[in-house]
């Protein structure tokens, strides 16, 4: 029984420890993301942002 429990609990370190990676690896990338932006902002600030809806029509853009 001590031995099934010892085993539970390296498996739980281990996974968590495996969480903590990916967690690590997930906030690196959106960092780098982040900077790559402000790297393109800062070489060109005039350009536009991106138009998520650019493709809906104009008249269900406007308001009433």
């Known amino acids: 029984m001590h031995t099934l429990l010892s ?3 390296v498996t739980a370190a281990a996974l968590l420890g495996l969480a903590a990676i990916l967690a690590l690896l997930l906030l690196i990338k959106v960092e780098a993301r982040c900077l ?3 790297k393109v902002q ?3 600030p005039d ?3 991106p138009r998520f809806f650019a493709d809906v ?3 269900y853009l406007q308001r009433p």
């Open 47 to 49: 350009e536009q942002p």
């Open 42 to 44: 800062a070489i060109d």
């Open 36 to 38: 790559a932006r402000l």
């Open 57 to 59: 029509d104009q008249r």
């Open 7 to 9: 085993g539970f609990a």
